[in-house]
């Protein structure tokens, strides 16, 4: 099998009226994790959704795992969204969430097997929220609940999984949890890829930095990629790197 | 005691009336779980209202009511689809505007024909009691057809409900699951007009359903006890209408309105008494 995960080529996206994402062209190696940095507006949520092909593209195409991104491939790629995408006042229960995660392979009037339910029960057991299966979805914290959508992804079977801001209003123990939840999927062969302002996090555990905004600034390991020339390239003049409790954010003026 | 239940089983309109209502209640207790949670009350009273068109110009054709109100409604949903699709003009909008349009179409054809207005007005208030033995095979048919298809796609329209975004990033036809949604709703509308009346059956789409949101944890169970709840205040409705010598369809939305109030005033007793937090963040 070819071992990128992700292959994008001269990528244009138009969103709500305005290019997004300009010429990106990018290769996310299997089994690497990379955090993808920018200005708010810069295109990180719109290439998440591009690689999920929940956009349309202008120009450029996305392969995934060497493979044109069709609806059996994309299976392959789980998603965890931005918490404010997702009604929490659904009365849905923590295993009815993950059993969705096996949805698109089920097809119609299939029940779920026994392989199903394993394949729920190991994705709770692997992010650590097996004692909550009961529990209401709104019940949850933040970080608990990204951890459930984790393992929505997980039971889905997606070799490769797309993080949007997971760790956005969570506190930083959970944050803690989550990217070392990560770092052990990352061991068991997953490629991870997520959006973040957490410089400090990116450098510390992560393969690969990109900095993105609207065009590819810079793509490579972080420590060569987090130098203070790139950081403004793609920052402009609005770019604070501030610490917090140790760690360097990158957060923007104005 | 007895005698007052089983006394107006006595005759065909209530049998016919009491299978009727209780049949939509089922149908409309589904559709409406959706209809609450995603926020659809509006579109839901705007193809009701749209329906009338339909139900009015096939009543002076001749032609089948339902199919009428069916074609009516439907081509309503996709128009406000087409006009809100562009962006120009807000979703809402586009629903307050064609629906008054075709409601207003519904009204001006029976202007024309004063001699059938008196049938027409059991459309518009809802009318249970008069439902023919055919009504019944239709909503029979109608509310099994709902039944047979929510439970074929149960598990990819709740994906489609909870989480639209990731559903689609999985390979799920999001855009297809949303009109199948919508023709459900159509269909539901169509075979409750005549028990509830158009101007009624949002609320025996969104008030049990609010109802069963109050009580359960589960999307399932919401979808149980709101059909229970449906039919409970058919039941109770109709008898009232019976005894009380008033209007089906208005009853029975009162029964449903008062099982509401009380439950909320009950869950919010509860809620307070056991000072439940709320989601954490």
């Known amino acids: ?254 | 005691m007895a005698g007052y239940l089983l006394e107006p089983l006595e005759f065909g309109f209530m049998q016919r009336g009491l299978i009727a209502a209780v049949l939509v209640a089922i149908a409309c207790g589904i559709l409406g779980s959706f209809v609450v949670l995603k926020g659809l009350a509006f579109i839901g009273d705007g193809l009701a209202h749209a329906s009338f068109g339909g139900v009015a110009l096939a009543f002076v054709l001749g032609a089948n009511v339902y199919l009428g109100a069916f074609i009516f409604a439907m081509g309503t949903a996709l128009g406000i689809g087409a006009i809100s699709r562009r962006g120009r003009i807000r979703f809402d909008t586009a629903i307050g505007v064609l629906f008054s349009g075709t409601f207003a179409f519904g009204i001006l054809v029976i202007s024309r024909v004063e001699a059938y207005t008196v049938d027409l007005f059991g459309y518009l208030f809802g009318d249970v009691l008069s439902i023919t033995a055919g009504d019944l095979w239709t909503i029979g048919i109608l509310g099994a057809l709902v039944l047979l298809v929510v439970f074929a796609f149960y598990r990819q329209l709740l994906f489609v409900a909870f989480d639209p975004t990731v559903a689609a990033a999985s390979g799920l036809p999001a855009g297809a699951l949303n009109y199948l949604l919508l023709g459900l709703l159509g269909v539901t509308i169509v075979t409750s007009i005549q028990a509830v009346g158009i101007v009624m059956v949002v609320a025996l789409l969104v008030t049990p359903a609010a109802t069963a949101y109050l009580i359960t944890r589960r999307f399932h169970h919401m979808i149980l006890a709101s059909c229970a709840i449906g039919s409970l205040s058919a039941v109770l409705g109709i008898y009232l209408s019976y005894y009380a010598a008033a209007a089906s369809g208005a009853s029975i939305i009162l029964v449903a309105t008062a099982i509401f109030l009380v439950t909320l005033a009950v869950t919010g007793r509860v809620r307070k008494a056991a000072s439940i937090p709320g989601p954490s963040h």
Not at chain 1, 33 to 51: D, E, Q, R, Y
Not at chain 1, 122 to 134: Q, R
Not at chain 1, 159 to 169: K, T
Request: charged share 25%.
């Open chain 1, 1 to 254: 099998m070819d071992d990128s995960a992700f292959s994008v080529r001269n990528l244009s996206v138009a969103y709500n009226g305005r290019r997004a994402l300009e010429g990106v062209t990018l290769e996310v190696a299997r089994g690497s994790m990379v955090g993808v940095i920018g200005p708010n507006g810069g295109g990180k949520s719109t290439l998440v959704k591009a690689l999920l092909g929940l956009v349309p593209y202008e120009a450029g195409e996305v392969e995934i795992l060497g493979r044109k991104p069709r609806r059996r491939v994309r299976r392959l790629v789980g998603y965890v969204p931005q918490r404010e995408e997702v009604d929490w006042n659904f009365p849905v229960s923590v295993f009815d969430v993950v059993m969705m995660g096996r949805v698109p392979a089920l097809g119609l009037l299939r029940q779920p097997s026994r392989r199903d339910r394993e394949l729920v029960t190991g994705a709770l057991e692997t992010v650590g929220m097996a004692d909550h299966a009961e529990a209401r979805i709104g019940e949850l914290s933040g970080g608990q609940q990204q951890r459930v959508f984790l393992a929505r992804a997980l039971a889905q079977e997606a070799e490769i999984l797309l993080l949007d801001e997971p760790v956005s209003g969570v506190d930083a123990l959970a944050q803690h949890e989550i990217f070392d939840l990560l770092r052990r999927l990352q061991d068991r062969g997953k490629t991870v890829l997520v959006t973040t302002h957490d410089l400090t996090c990116v450098t510390e555990r992560f393969n690969a930095a990109l900095l993105l905004n609207r065009r590819v600034v810079a793509y490579g390991p972080p420590d060569e990629v987090f130098t203070p020339e790139l950081l403004n390239a793609a920052y402009g003049s609005h770019l604070r790197i501030i610490d917090v409790g140790g760690r360097t954010v990158a957060i923007e003026e104005g």
